[in-house]
């Protein structure tokens, strides 16, 4: 028994056959022999058929009848389809018995519908096949269906570190494991980075699934034998060896494969950049490539000094000899490093040698055969609202790269998604009109975007008398023509497509006070919704608005049960929501008007509606929520 492609498969599957059949009862003749003739039916597994509870290496799918006079053998061949457009039908060989191989049925159910492990209708096509004193007899048995669920075990949204990095306290959330957020049963790899213990020695746990938090053991994974491990807390303990040299361990687990691997990580992925460019008070991250090397280009003006942590000042680098353009670090420096003029640096950090080096940055561009020849540089632009470098560019397919100051001394290639000095050639595989965004500093690898140009800005914007007709404020957009943000009203407003001037600003035409249609041929201001936080909605297509008032924005989550709403306050001043409070620990949301309709989570950094549960230890804290803060919805969070 084995799994046969299609068309292929069924040629070699009756190769014993003559070239003419006849319908199931007919009668197939060949010159040598006297004509047989052969009735078979089938009748088909009632029920759902579990491959998880499936002894043995096959199934059996139907019982076969088989009426002869003289002694004969069978098999059959069955052509799973799934009912769906657009998936190809696989063909299984049966076995006198109505039997195909577990593994390959398996394969077909997967390969249809994935893995989760739920009930899933297969439609056959059966053929008979009777070879009877050297005739083959083909019998067409027609088409019936079969239930099956997939071997697979439980997979859950995330699952908790539980062991001697937390006192194996099984309510604690602080070690969280996911994977990027789709289907675990299409993404069954879950990935956590931990902390290395301080005094070196080894790390114990095992991993509680989130319905196991709160003092369920049964549920947990344990350790099973080469990488494996085990559900339902059968086995040990699993074990990472310290490594001396380790500040981190990456854990990754297959929730499919039941494997489990632990890296030992020297250096943190992030180092970060402070300075005066921000008062001091907004960190710039510095990717680093696992070897303690780091680099970003950013935006400098004045002096600055390195961190290891975003969020405090703990083991922070300064100057011990040096000038503006570079020099040598220490923990125990004393100085910041000297002041830069106002502009973009490619800055350098080796931490195993404990230096820094700047390069300014006049210009980066776009080289390559998408323009023609590698003659001529594409300049980019820096989108200040996505923190990144942008051109808008008619490009044709081939190759290219991105390089700073039109020279090759600083160029970067590789991949999309991991951009790196002296890379490979990126290609560009059709012609066309592109977006392209290099990403050169932010919490991620060194990375591009590479899209088609739809003609749609990136941002609008909402001005009006809240502002004093003065302040801009930002809606971002989502590549269609549709843009949202959340702001405070009060009195008339417009949208402009620029922040720093008025051309081709769109007015009303008609409408009532939160919704109406737009004209860019002049025309009045939108009416005064009155004072209050809104939704804004701006649709170009249809040239139309519409605003939905925000009563409330709150935090819930496991610090009350999820039952309950903890009041957030808007600060018209700051242009935020906030609250301090000590009651808040574990999991937790943010929401507007007490309702799941609009919520926002993910990471602190970057808020998306829907997104993941944040997560935080106990303490006491003053929230501040900016929702569209320069395109970007964040929360700020400070220890009081």
């Given at each position: 028994?084995?799994?046969?492609?299609?068309?292929?498969?069924?040629?070699?599957?009756?190769?014993?056959?003559?070239?003419?059949?006849t319908d199931w009862a007919g009668l197939q003749r060949n010159a040598a022999e006297e004509a047989k003739t052969v009735n078979v039916s089938i009748n088909t597994v009632?029920?759902?058929?579990?491959?998880?509870?499936?002894?043995?290496?096959?199934?059996?799918?139907?019982?076969?009848?088989?009426?002869?006079?003289?002694?004969?053998?069978?098999?059959?061949?069955?052509?799973?389809?799934?009912?769906?457009?657009?998936?190809?039908?696989?063909?299984?060989?049966?076995?006198?018995?109505?039997?195909?191989?577990?593994?390959?049925?398996?394969?077909?159910?997967?390969?249809?519908?994935?893995?989760?492990?739920?009930?899933?209708?297969?439609?056959?096509?059966?053929?008979?096949?009777?070879?009877?004193?050297?005739?083959?007899?083909?019998?067409?048995?027609?088409?019936?269906?079969?239930?099956?669920?997939?071997?697979?075990?439980?997979?859950?949204?995330?699952?908790?570190?539980?062991?001697?990095?937390?006192?194996?306290?099984?309510?604690?959330?602080?070690?969280?494991?996911?994977?990027?957020?789709?289907?675990?049963?299409?993404?069954?790899?879950?990935?956590?980075?931990?902390?290395?213990?301080?005094?070196?020695?080894?790390?114990?746990?095992?991993?509680?699934?989130?319905?196991?938090?709160?003092?369920?053991?049964?549920?947990?994974?344990?350790?099973?034998?080469?990488?494996?491990?085990?559900?339902?807390?059968?086995?040990?303990?699993?074990?990472?060896?310290?490594?001396?040299?380790?500040?981190?361990?990456?854990?990754?687990?297959?929730?499919?494969?039941?494997?489990?691997?632990?890296?030992?990580?020297?250096?943190?992925?992030?180092?970060?950049?402070?300075?005066?460019?921000?008062?001091?008070?907004?960190?710039?991250?510095?990717?680093?490539?696992?070897?303690?090397?780091?680099?970003?280009?950013?935006?400098?003006?004045?002096?600055?000094?390195?961190?290891?942590?975003?969020?405090?000042?703990?083991?922070?680098?300064?100057?011990?000899?040096?000038?503006?353009?570079?020099?040598?670090?220490?923990?125990?420096?004393?100085?910041?490093?000297?002041?830069?003029?106002?502009?973009?640096?490619?800055?350098?950090?080796?931490?195993?040698?404990?230096?820094?080096?700047?390069?300014?940055?006049?210009?980066?561009?776009?080289?390559?055969?998408?323009?023609?020849?590698?003659?001529?540089?594409?300049?980019?632009?820096?989108?200040?609202?996505?923190?990144?470098?942008?051109?808008?560019?008619?490009?044709?397919?081939?190759?290219?790269?991105?390089?700073?100051?039109?020279?090759?001394?600083?160029?970067?290639?590789?991949?999309?998604?991991?951009?790196?000095?002296?890379?490979?050639?990126?290609?560009?595989?059709?012609?066309?009109?592109?977006?392209?965004?290099?990403?050169?500093?932010?919490?991620?690898?060194?990375?591009?975007?590479?899209?088609?140009?739809?003609?749609?800005?990136?941002?609008?914007?909402?001005?009006?008398?809240?502002?004093?007709?003065?302040?801009?404020?930002?809606?971002?957009?989502?590549?269609?023509?549709?843009?949202?943000?959340?702001?405070?009203?009060?009195?008339?407003?417009?949208?402009?497509?620029?922040?720093?001037?008025?051309?081709?600003?769109?007015?009303?035409?008609?409408?009532?006070?939160?919704?109406?249609?737009?004209?860019?041929?002049?025309?009045?201001?939108?009416?005064?919704?009155?004072?209050?936080?809104?939704?804004?909605?701006?649709?170009?297509?249809?040239?139309?608005?519409?605003?939905?008032?925000?009563?409330?924005?709150?935090?819930?989550?496991?610090?009350?049960?999820?039952?309950?709403?903890?009041?957030?306050?808007?600060?018209?001043?700051?242009?935020?929501?906030?609250?301090?409070?000590?009651?808040?620990?574990?999991?937790?949301?943010?929401?507007?008007?007490?309702?799941?309709?609009?919520?926002?989570?993910?990471?602190?950094?970057?808020?998306?509606?829907?997104?993941?549960?944040?997560?935080?230890?106990?303490?006491?804290?003053?929230?501040?929520?900016?929702?569209?803060?320069?395109?970007?919805?964040?929360?700020?969070?400070?220890?009081?």
């Open positions: 028994m084995k799994k046969i492609l299609l068309f292929a498969g069924i040629a070699l599957f009756a190769a014993s056959c003559t070239d003419d059949y009632a029920g759902d058929i579990d491959l998880a509870s499936q002894e043995g290496d096959s199934v059996k799918l139907f019982t076969p009848t088989v009426t002869i006079s003289d002694e004969a053998t069978s098999n059959y061949m069955v052509l799973f389809s799934s009912g769906e457009e657009g998936i190809e039908p696989v063909a299984l060989e049966a076995d006198s018995e109505g039997r195909v191989l577990k593994s390959d049925l398996q394969d077909v159910v997967v390969d249809f519908f994935g893995a989760r492990p739920v009930a899933r209708t297969l439609i056959m096509d059966v053929t008979g096949y009777t070879l009877v004193k050297g005739q083959s007899i083909r019998n067409k048995l027609g088409q019936a269906s079969v239930s099956v669920i997939p071997e697979a075990p439980e997979i859950e949204a995330a699952y908790y570190l539980t062991g001697t990095l937390n006192g194996w306290d099984n309510t604690d959330t602080t070690y969280k494991m996911t994977n990027d957020g789709s289907d675990p049963y299409e993404n069954p790899v879950f990935k956590l980075r931990i902390p290395a213990p301080e005094d070196g020695s080894n790390v114990e746990f095992k991993m509680t699934p989130e319905s196991g938090i709160g003092g369920d053991w049964s549920k947990c994974l344990g350790a099973g034998e080469e990488g494996k491990f085990n559900y339902n807390n059968e086995g040990g303990n699993f074990i990472i060896v310290a490594d001396p040299d380790a500040l981190f361990y990456d854990i990754v687990f297959n929730m499919l494969d039941q494997t489990w691997s632990a890296t030992p990580v020297g250096f943190n992925e992030f180092i970060y950049e402070i300075g005066n460019e921000s008062g001091w008070s907004e960190p710039q991250a510095l990717y680093g490539n696992g070897t303690g090397q780091y680099s970003a280009v950013l935006h400098l003006d004045g002096e600055f000094k390195f961190k290891p942590n975003k969020d405090d000042w703990n083991g922070d680098w300064e100057k011990v000899s040096g000038n503006a353009t570079g020099g040598t670090l220490s923990p125990d420096g004393s100085s910041n490093m000297d002041g830069v003029a106002d502009g973009f640096y490619l800055v350098q950090v080796d931490l195993k040698e404990m230096t820094y080096k700047l390069t300014p940055i006049t210009s980066i561009s776009i080289i390559g055969s998408v323009r023609g020849a590698w003659d001529t540089d594409v300049e980019m632009t820096y989108n200040e609202n996505l923190k990144c470098w942008e051109a808008r560019e008619t490009l044709s397919a081939g190759e290219f790269k991105f390089r700073a100051n039109h020279d090759w001394g600083i160029n970067w290639g590789g991949t999309f998604d991991q951009l790196a000095q002296d890379g490979a050639n990126l290609q560009l595989a059709a012609d066309g009109p592109y977006v392209i965004r290099l990403y050169l500093s932010g919490e991620a690898a060194h990375h591009c975007t590479v899209k088609e140009d739809n003609g749609y800005p990136d941002f609008f914007y909402e001005i009006g008398n809240e502002g004093a007709w003065s302040t801009s404020h930002v809606l971002a957009g989502n590549g269609n023509g549709q843009f949202q943000g959340y702001y405070y009203l009060d009195g008339e407003f417009k949208f402009k497509p620029n922040a720093d001037n008025w051309d081709n600003d769109l007015e009303y035409v008609d409408g009532n006070a939160t919704s109406g249609s737009l004209t860019d041929g002049g025309g009045p201001n939108c009416p005064d919704p009155g004072a209050g936080f809104y939704q804004i909605n701006l649709n170009l297509d249809a040239m139309s608005y519409s605003l939905l008032k925000i009563e409330s924005v709150s935090m819930i989550g496991g610090f009350n049960d999820w039952g309950g709403d903890l009041e957030m306050a808007y600060n018209v001043a700051d242009g935020c929501w906030e609250v301090t409070t000590d009651a808040v620990q574990g999991e937790y949301k943010f929401r507007a008007n007490h309702d799941w309709g609009i919520n926002w989570g993910g990471s602190k950094d970057d808020l998306t509606p829907d997104g993941a549960n944040l997560n935080i230890a106990a303490g006491t804290y003053k929230f501040q929520l900016y929702l569209s803060f320069t395109g970007n919805n964040k929360v700020v969070i400070t220890k009081q």
